[in-house]
């Protein structure tokens, strides 16, 4: 059940973080879920190294959000060189 969360969250997750920065991205649905779930790890992440969560602790939404708009930033960086 919880990887399916961990799923559902995601796409939630990187549709908002989407929403938030719009923009022309490569990829697409897949590329925003995959991103989004990568976002709540690195929210999770950036917590514990900010000493908001304790080791164990997931990220709340928003940390997940911000994780997630990083690494769509990032993505964007990257691909958007080699496109």
Do not use: C, E
């Not at 992440?45 to 930033?73: E, K, N």
């Amino acid at each position: 059940m919880h990887l399916i969360g961990t799923l559902i969250i995601g796409l939630i997750v990187g549709a908002l973080a989407k929403f938030l920065m719009p923009g022309k991205d490569p990829g697409g649905f897949i590329i925003t879920i995959l991103l989004g779930i990568a976002g709540a790890f690195v929210g999770t992440y950036l917590g514990q190294l900010l000493h908001l969560y304790q080791p164990g602790q997931s990220a709340g939404w928003i940390m997940s959000i911000i994780g997630a708009m990083i690494l769509l930033g990032i993505y964007r960086l990257i691909v958007g060189r080699n496109a």
